[in-house]
């Protein structure tokens, strides 16, 4: 079974290790890559991998004007630049962005969404990966970008929700 960051881990997940691990495989990444991770760049990062949401651009521009003078164009730019170098993924659903747990190696985007409270996890299962090629494949049809997004219910939501039925 795939491993499963976030609400989806045990209630031990440490999420502070989770960020500073994001954020040193950024750097790690991007000076292997000779890719400028900027301070601008790493904050949005950081301000993404805040908590295991996705999060839309004008949220992270509205943190982000906190801090310092931002515009939208830069919060784009820096998402655009994350997600060149594999450090983000765009969730299309939602039009936001979440960080991705594997930046290290390439792979296509499969996302657990629960739409009740927004906590997403991403899973990478092999097996779905190959059944979309071989489905693409036999439609003759060429996959260039990949991403499953399947919105439902977390156990801590649904718990929570039969929890009020009674």
């Not at 400028?36 to 790493?42: F, K, V």
């Not at 899973?123 to 399947?150: C, K, L, Y």
Request: with cysteine.
């Amino acid at each position: 079974m795939p491993e499963i960051p976030g609400i989806f881990n045990p209630p031990d997940h440490d999420h502070a290790g989770c960020v500073r691990e994001a954020l040193r495989a950024a750097e790690t990444l991007c000076a292997g890559r000779g890719a400028r991770l900027t301070g601008l760049r790493r904050r949005v990062l950081e301000l993404v991998w805040e908590n295991h949401r996705p999060v839309g651009a004008y949220a992270l521009l509205e943190a982000l004007s906190k801090e310092q003078k931002a515009a939208p164009p830069t919060v784009y730019r820096a998402l655009d630049f994350l997600q060149e170098q594999g450090l983000v993924h765009r969730i299309a659903l939602l039009n936001a962005y979440v960080g991705c747990i594997r930046p290290h190696k390439e792979h296509t985007g499969q996302f657990l969404i629960c739409g009740s409270c927004r906590q997403s996890a991403e899973v990478s299962d092999e097996r779905v990966d190959r059944a979309i090629r071989e489905t693409a494949f036999g439609a003759g049809f060429e996959i260039r970008q990949q991403s499953v997004e399947m919105i439902g219910i977390c156990t801590k939501c649904s718990t929570a929700g039969e929890a009020t039925k009674s």
